[in-house]
């Protein structure tokens, strides 16, 4: 039997609601499993009417059945929150709430009844207040697999994936070592031999410019190097070091699936260039399948209508590839 998908709430002042509204009524239009949203109804229900969405929506209880799930109503897993007023400014206040909704979908998840969740954007810097790095650290702690988690930007032409992600460029040194390189390239490979029954090219990225270090002992002798040799052992399809300004302009020629890069903004900047919203972020490393849209709260653009779906989109038909 087919499992269902679950859509968190997200940040409530936030595009979130407006790309979740958006996405149901694209549905039609792309290949999914059935899915409902976990956030409040009341909240919801005010928000589709400041948005002037047409999309009709239902409450469905924790009992909730397959056929609960089933036709024009988009249902929602009520979560009750206090603060019903619609698109005020991000602030602790919806902190509660936004936890709530991953403890209910991670409920979800380990009794059975949901394949896994999407969760729709969050800020970081609100909710976690410099606890937490990001939502990947978050939820590699909370299910006890901390070292394990890696942040994959998924494209199906070019995915890309830091090994350090939002941390000051001053501790990125500090923070590269052999063994965190070596672990994290082989979930990355694990995960493409699961998910697509292949075996994915893996391009590992120095840290210097040009690969080069005046220093005796850079990262790229020292550390980047060693590791790939590792890797290699393990019969996975390794190439590097690899410059980081040319990675992107090779990747078509060796046709890279994955450039692992040493940082967050090395492999971001150009990847998010080339793709915008056509990317997702999945967390590799959890007992369960986590996606979220590749893009922020965008509290510039709350409440006016001209958002754009299509992360979420991709994020709810890429787990037509997960069993």
């Not at 400014?89 to 991953?102: A, D, G, L, P, R």
């Not at 901390?146 to 070019?158: D, H, P, R, S, T």
Request: hydrophobic letters at 35%; charged letters at 25%.
């Amino acid at each position: 039997m087919t499992k269902p998908i679950a859509i968190i709430a997200g940040e409530p002042n936030s595009i979130s609601s407006e790309i979740i509204f958006k996405s149901w009524k694209l549905r039609k239009q792309y290949t999914h499993k059935p899915l409902l949203v976990i956030g409040s109804f009341k909240l919801l229900n005010l928000q589709k009417k400041k948005l002037k969405s047409h999309i009709k929506i239902k409450e469905i209880k924790t009992d909730f059945s397959m056929k609960d799930l089933r036709g024009a109503e988009l249902p929602i897993y009520n979560v009750n929150y206090e603060q019903n007023k619609v698109f005020q400014k991000i602030s602790s206040k919806s902190n509660k709430y936004i936890f709530k909704c991953f403890d209910i979908a991670i409920s979800l998840i380990k009794n059975k009844k949901i394949l896994g969740y999407i969760n729709c954007p969050i800020s970081k810097e609100s909710l976690f207040k410099n606890r937490y790095q990001g939502i990947t650290e978050f939820l590699s702690k909370k299910e006890n697999v901390k070292g394990n988690e890696v942040m994959l930007i998924y494209n199906k032409k070019l995915s890309v994936s830091p090994l350090t992600t939002h941390i000051p460029l001053s501790k990125v040194n500090s923070k590269i070592n052999k063994a965190k390189i070596i672990k994290k390239v082989k979930i990355i490979n694990n995960f493409y031999k699961k998910t697509f029954n292949r075996r994915p090219i893996i391009a590992v990225l120095g840290l210097n410019p040009h690969n080069f270090s005046p220093s005796k002992q850079s990262e790229e002798k020292k550390i980047i190097s060693p590791a790939i040799k590792k890797i290699k052992k393990n019969r996975i399809k390794v190439i590097g070091p690899v410059s980081p300004d040319a990675s992107f302009l090779l990747f078509k020629k060796y046709k890279f699936d994955v450039i692992f890069g040493m940082y967050h903004d090395q492999v971001l900047t150009t990847f998010k260039t080339l793709f915008k919203y056509d990317a997702i972020n999945i967390t590799l490393g959890l007992p369960y399948i986590r996606i979220s849209p590749d893009h922020g709260t965008a509290e510039n653009i709350t409440g006016k209508g001209v958002a754009n779906p299509k992360s979420l989109i991709e994020s709810i038909k890429f787990f037509s590839h997960i069993k």
